[in-house]
């Protein structure tokens, strides 16, 4: 087998440098867990990003691929699949009444929204899409036009052109910036990649007000927050969930919503969700996707939905997400700055200026997830200062123990550097 050192500079040789990856690679996982190319194990609390939503080789997951596949793996939308109807009418059950449109990934799912509200808007002029400031939406060159953070769009210029945004959890600066182009809003329900930031239950429910007042489309990017990582189905449904707001508007939905990450386990997929009367807005001819939603993917998603549903894996992430919180909190660690997100979606904000986490070029929230490579725990960065903690939905709470373990020692660790 080809050692790490022989494939990293592999990588350098062949492979566009997009991404400045760790010094990792894995070969094999089960479960939680992975192992390198030198034997080591590593608990996964970053899940590839939220997407290894049953953690590796589920054995569901492998029947599912590998019957499937025996059966049919793709035949384009040109034609009709059950596998396909079957995955949209159960995602319409969870959500509300409407329709779906598959694809590939996030930024496509997003693409989907923009084009819907591009669409929407067309007969009055009207194309403009706000977002919030530190978003996330994807890396296509309308994702990075929606994206709030300059970091992606720099090098990119000229930017798509309908798109501002404005700070986040700011419901006044959202009203203020509405002009007669606007036509869609656009927010995460839990800021993912800036570093997990929760939107307030006001928020959601005065941005719905606000697109129904201003006849706006109120789209959420799901594609982190979504698929129960909170607990429930939508973040919006645990961010409202028994707060007085929520019981005054039980009937809070977006007009559509995208989803991507883990909603078939690890095979790529997207979707966008989209409710009555806009549901039929993207015609024959007006949107496509020769993968979106082929047999394998929906086949797989379906089996995806069934186990979280018969292991009962929301109301794990509801109980361990608050078990893996207090426990951190618990941790008194003087380098912890705050600890936010809901369910297993965890963000830790780390100190500014911690002496062991300084080097030039790399940011904090970086080096401390490297740091903790080394005690055997994968987790992912968020920001400059922030480690996001995505554990598989179905994680148990002896492996939230070893984690907590490891994160208090390499959080120890800091100190004997300094
Ligand atoms: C990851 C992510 C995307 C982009 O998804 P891709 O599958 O990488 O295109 C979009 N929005 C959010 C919130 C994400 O976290």
Known sequence: MISTGALIEAFGRWIVPTYARFPLAFVRGKGSRLWDAEGKEYLDFGTGIAVNALGHAHPAIVEVLTSQAQTLIHTSNLYHT??????????????????????????????????????????TGRYEILTTLHSFHGRTLAGIAATGQDKVKKGFEPAVDGFRHVPFNDLQAMQKAISEKTVAI???????????????PDYLLGLRKLCNEHKLLFFMDSVQCGMFRTGRF??????????????KDQS?????????????GGVPMGAMWVRQPHADLLGPG??????????LACAVALTVLDIIKRENLSENAKQLGDYLKSKI???KSPYIRQVRGIGLMIGIELQPD?????????????????????????????????????????IIRSECEEAIEKLRNALAGLAGMC
Do not use: W
Request: with cysteine; glycine share 10%; charged share 20%.
């Open 234 to 247: 939508q973040s919006y449904e645990r961010i409202l969930e028994g707060t007085d707001a929520a019981k």
């Open 354 to 394: 911690i002496p062991s986490l300084k080097v030039e070029g790399k940011t904090p929230a970086v080096l401390f997830v490297a740091r903790l490579h080394q005690y055997g725990l994968l987790t992912v960065p968020a920001g400059n200062c922030n480690i996001r903690l995505l554990p598989p939905l179905n």
């Open 286 to 295: 007006s949107h496509g996707s020769t993968f979106g939603g082929t047999p």
């Open 82 to 123: 059950e596998a396909q109807v079957s995955l949209a009418k159960r995602l319409v059950e969870l959500i509300g009444t409407g329709k779906c449109f598959f694809c590939n990934s996030g930024a496509e799912a997003n693409e989907a929204l923009f084009k819907l509200a591009r669409k929407f808007g067309h007969a």
């Open 252 to 264: 809070f939905l977006p007009d559509a919503i995208s989803m991507a990450k883990g909603i078939a």
């Open 186 to 200: 656009l927010i995460e329900g839990i800021q993912g990649e800036s570093g997990v930031y929760p939107a307030s």
């Open 329 to 331: 909190l618990d941790l």
